[in-house]
Every structure is written in C-alpha cells, then in structure tokens.
C-alpha cells in the first residue's frame, strides 16, 4: 500500500511581492499640511461661488394692499373667502396672515387689517 500526505503551504511574500511600496510616505505634519491646504482651497471656491450672490441696491414693489376694518362676528376665514376671487381662501388667509404678521386666525372687532387689492 501506498500512503498519501499533503501539507498545505502558505506564503504571505507572494502578495506584498505584487504590489510595491509607494516611495511617498507622509509624517503627521505631512497629512496636515495637505488637510489645511485642502479646507483653505475648499474654502476659496466657497468664498468665489458666494460673491456671484448680489442684491440690488433699489427694494422691490410692494403688493398694492386696502384698509379693512373687522365688525363684530367676522372671522379671518369670512374677510378671506370674501376677497379670494380665485377660491382659494387658505392661500388668501395665509397672505393676509402674512401682512398683517398675526399669529393666530382669531381677529378683535375694530381691528384694522392690511388685505391685497383684488382687482375684478
């Protein structure tokens, strides 16, 4: 009889033998610099992009608005669904809310409100 034996064999130098070293090699004062030159490049592109935002020196022109003073039982739902020529009284009720800066719908009789112009 004949006997059979295997005895596995493993290198590590065939891996690191196919690919080399590279020769640059960088300290922790290497890794810095090219970190701060990196954020100070990053940076300047920011800063370059950011100066093509320019206002203008004139301010625009205002919604033309009206004077409406609330009687007793009238709500902000009521005045908007009024003025709303397009049935849209959420977006009427929001405009209103916005320029008058109210920060509930709840309205005081003898209140003066700021409402745009509707125009027929």
């Known amino acids: ?34 970190f701060l030159i990196s954020l100070f490049l990053v940076l300047g592109v920011a800063i370059m992009l950011a100066g093509g935002a320019v206002g203008t020196d004139s301010a625009g022109q205002p919604a033309p608005t009206e004077i409406v003073q609330v009687a007793p039982g009238d709500t902000l739902w009521g005045i908007a669904s009024d003025l709303a020529t ?4 959420r977006g009427m009720m929001t405009e209103i809310e916005r320029l008058n800066a109210l920060e509930s719908a709840s309205l005081a009789a003898g209140q003066k409100l700021r409402v745009p112009v509707v125009s027929d």
Do not use: E, Y
């Open 1 to 34: 009889m004949s006997t059979l034996s295997l005895a596995p064999v493993f290198t590590t130098n065939t891996v690191s033998a196919a690919r080399p070293r590279s020769s640059v090699r960088l300290t922790r004062r290497g890794r810095m610099v090219v």
């Open 86 to 89: 397009d049935g849209d009284v």
